[in-house]
């Protein structure tokens, strides 16, 4: 079984991702944004990547029932309902509700692998589902980290590290490993003692101290917290019923 790590999406063309099983990694703040909001009840996840197409797609539909959500450079959009921290996705507010959803990266990575067999999300908050559903699944995937600015991004590389160690804490399946998945394996091991302080580390991490968003980050590394697997049902991100 082949996994195969890539640490941006930049230069994957989206017809290379058709058809495959993959796995979309931002730890800051998308995967955990999304598993939250399916968590507390929303309907379901309506990713785009232009705010453009965001403004088009709640045109169409009913006000009462959809609400806008993402950022640009970390902060709420202009005339959209709610901004990406996870902490804005409570079960009062999206209950029940579409959202039509796009941040910077992160949205974009989903998007350009909308045409996958298998398409799931995920992080810390729910990374023992994400294991067990490739393990059941035992076919080949692809883990394609969001990243920033479609540089490399530390916490996604650790994030996918501990996910590759823990699918192969199972003996009796044989992984072959592309280079980004080896790498990720190293850095996992370099700094899962402290994730916390890992992601404060990070560039993305530190971006969000300065503009005070600061309390995202502990909800954003807290393991298996959001026990939910996000995944690509009829052209939307759902949870399985
Ligand atoms: C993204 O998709 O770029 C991130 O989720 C950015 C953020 O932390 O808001």
Excluded: W
């Amino acid at each position: 079984m082949n996994i195969e790590v890539y640490f941006s999406s930049q230069n994957v063309d989206e017809l290379s991702l058709r058809d495959k099983n993959i796995l979309v990694v931002d730890v800051l703040r998308a995967s955990t944004t999304i598993a939250t909001a399916l968590a507390n009840g929303a309907k379901e996840i309506i990713p785009v990547d232009t705010i453009e197409k965001a403004v088009k797609v709640s045109g169409n539909l009913y006000g009462d029932v959809v609400l806008r959500g993402g950022e640009r450079q970390g902060k709420i959009i202009e005339g959209f309902n709610l901004g990406n921290s996870p902490s804005e996705y409570t079960e009062e507010i999206v209950k029940g509700k579409s959202i039509i959803y796009s941040s910077t990266n992160g949205a974009g990575a989903i998007v350009k692998a909308r045409y996958a067999k298998n398409l799931l999300i995920g992080g810390f908050i729910n990374i023992s589902l994400v294991v067990n559903f490739i393990k059941n699944l035992n076919e080949d995937f692809i883990i394609l980290c969001a990243s920033k600015n479609y540089l490399f991004s530390l916490e996604d590389a650790v994030c996918v590290g501990m996910t590759l160690e823990k699918l192969c804490e199972e003996k009796n399946i044989v992984y072959k490993l592309n280079d980004g998945a080896i790498a990720s394996q190293s850095l996992y091991k370099t700094y899962k003692r402290n994730l916390l302080k890992m992601v404060k580390t990070a560039n993305h991490g530190k971006y969000l101290i300065e503009i005070g968003m600061e309390n995202d980050l502990p909800l954003c590394v807290a393991i298996d917290s959001v026990p939910v697997l996000p995944m690509q049902i009829s052209n939307t991100i759902k949870l399985q019923n």
